[in-house]
């Protein structure tokens, strides 16, 4: 098999780092623009973190950051992961990563540290740390998924609304697994649907399949 799907390739990238990064190339050079040598947060800038920080970071979050930490188009549209020089230590934690209105943080437990591809967590209002994903490079999937659905080009939302119920018989489920915040993402010709239990979110491969889209399903559309 050739190319990149969202929904195929997806399985192997949940069980696998090495196939994590490869699913998150694969999606930048399928739905924006490629990953390049200049893409990637420095060595230097991450040694500089946890000198700083003191502490080690995993190899999972080094790698992540050293492969898209500068493409901000990929994981930050509507929440943001932060610079390695922004990344600060609370309740025992390593928060990389904030919510856009301060209520959430993400972050890897110190205690965790030593792992190489440790558990993320996620504290709500400055509350204890929560489980959020198994692993960070699965975090850093559904970080992918869900900030692409948000950004400013070929993306659209809206609330949901009843006739939204058949999205699972309309569209594929991209097998992800669904944390407590209960997002779920499908995927169909062109589009790839946000799901947050509130909202629904689209994100297409160009303007004909996202007006294809909102004509399918009409609503009040934001950008519509």
Known sequence: MTGFDIVRDL???????????????????????????????????????????????????REAYALFGRRPDLHTNLHGLLA??????????????EENQGVATWGVLVTDMDAA???VRMSVDDGPWEPWYDTFSVACLEILLTESTQAEEVCD???????DDDLGRSFTRVPLPVPDDGVSFYAGPGVLLCDDGAMLSVRARDPEALDRFRDAHPGDWLNG
């Open 84 to 97: 390695p020089e922004d990344f600060y230590l609370h309740a025992g934690g390593v928060v990389f990563r």
């Open 11 to 61: 399985p192997a990238a949940l069980h696998d780092r090495e196939a994590a990064w490869t699913y998150v190339r694969g999606f930048a050079a399928h739905w924006g623009v490629p990953l390049g040598p200049g893409d990637g947060t420095s060595a230097t800038d991450l040694d500089a973190a946890e000198t700083a920080l003191g502490v080690t970071l995993p190899t999972a979050l």
């Open 117 to 119: 591809d440790p558990p």
């Open 157 to 163: 939302h809206r609330d949901l609304d009843d006739g």
